[in-house]
């Protein structure tokens, strides 16, 4: 779906639904997600886990991942891939800030963040000519005027996380090269180039490189989550034969030191060689992963490496650190919102009826803790 900018801000005129006071100054945790309702219609909703939706801004197209500027009350919404553009709203009350367009024969893969200083903001691109990603650089001061951009040293990039202490960049790039005028159809399937780049933001060098080399090729590296002390987690999805099951869990460190993490093969086998997004607990010791295509989340213990099981939600996929320790709020497609323990497979409905109405995409940002 191709949007102009005019368009798009006349179909955001008049769209935001207040549903609570504005979200800063609350007692309670604020998460935000996309998400479509009942009549198809896509938002961004701000929500908190024990008192439900508490205002949306609707968007003319799905959006994907979501960004949230460290200064200000800026945050901004990223379409899916391939989309081509991004929207900036004022988290405090839902109020549309502006509209950003991908430029030509360039769009964006779903995924951003802001530098700490929350001056500029960077996106994952991907450059059409030249079949590279390139990360985007957008300058807040100036109405997020793209000022320039930097490679990411590989194909398809998705993810990009900043490494705490490091000031370097880590990005997920999947190997997959895709165009617009296909969709999400991967064009290189038998000659996907999975890496992780670890990328200087202020000269675009890459200081590592992590190639998993052709045995490998079919796992494309998506999610990310990072930790205080720089290790990150990467989540993937596997494109070769379904009956191969790699491991589809791994760290990294900022030397660049990696380890697969484990699992038994009857829950890899449940997965379904896909896994949509990742996520710490607020300690940072616990992994959540989940699997839209399996209708499962799994669970891992960082720092041991050790499994810790699965527990099952059909067309689950956005998951964020929940207040308690070992906890993570998780959604669901179409289930609604759950709260789970990693030490259990049970899962707690959060939220009753009002977050059943809508379709939970596929990540979950913590407004405010």
């Known amino acids: ?62 959006g994907h991942d979501l960004a949230l500027n460290p200064i200000n009350t800026d945050l901004a919404i990223f ?55 390139v990360l985007g650089i957008y300058d807040v001061a100036r109405n997020y005027e793209r000022i320039g951009e930097q490679p990411t040293h590989g194909i398809g990039p998705h993810d990009v ?19 617009p005028q296909t969709g999400r159809e991967i064009l290189n399937k038998a000659q996907m180039s999975p890496s992780l780049s670890f990328v200087d933001p ?26 205080q002390e720089g290790e990150a987690v990467f989540a993937c999805q596997y494109e070769g034969e379904p009956e191969e099951m790699p491991l589809l869990v791994g760290t990294v460190r900022p030397d660049g030191t990696t380890r697969m993490l484990a699992m038994p093969d009857d829950d890899l086998y449940r ?14 010791q616990l992994i959540c992963a989940t699997s839209p295509r399996g209708g499962m989340a799994a669970f ?15 067309d689950v996929c956005g998951v964020a650190p929940a207040p ?9 497609g179409n289930a609604g919102v759950r709260l789970a323990r990693a030490d259990r497979q049970d899962l707690r409905r959060l939220g009753g009826s009002d977050f059943d109405r809508y379709m939970w995409d596929n990540h979950i940002r913590v407004v405010s803790a």
């Open 202 to 227: 202020l000269t675009g060098e890459a200081k590592h490189k992590i190639d998993f080399g052709r045995d490998m090729s079919g796992l494309s590296f998506r999610h990310l989550a990072v930790a």
């Open 79 to 133: 379409a899916r891939r391939p989309g081509n553009w991004l929207a900036v709203v004022d988290r405090t009350d839902g109020t549309v800030r502006t509209v950003v367009r991908s430029p030509p024969r360039r769009h964006y893969y779903g995924h951003g963040l802001y530098s700490a200083d929350g001056r500029l903001l960077y996106a994952t691109e991907n450059d059409l000519d030249a079949g590279q990603g």
């Open 300 to 314: 891992w213990d960082r720092m041991s490496g050790t499994y810790l099981g699965l527990a099952a939600l059909p």
């Open 1 to 62: 779906m191709q949007i102009d900018r005019r368009s798009f801000l006349i179909a955001l005129a008049g769209s935001f639904a207040a549903g609570a006071a504005p979200a800063f100054g609350r007692a309670e945790r604020l998460y935000v997600s996309s998400v479509k309702d009942m009549r198809g219609h896509s938002h961004v909703a701000f929500f908190t886990a024990d008192g439900g939706i508490l205002f949306r801004t609707e968007l003319p197209d799905r």
């Open 161 to 179: 996380a900043f490494l705490p202490g490091n000031e370097l960049l880590l990005v997920a790039n999947g190997g997959q090269k895709t165009d």
């Open 271 to 284: 997965l379904n060689n896909y896994l949509g997004a990742v996520s710490l607990d607020g300690s940072g």
């Open 324 to 332: 308690e320790s070992g906890t993570f709020v998780i959604s669901s």
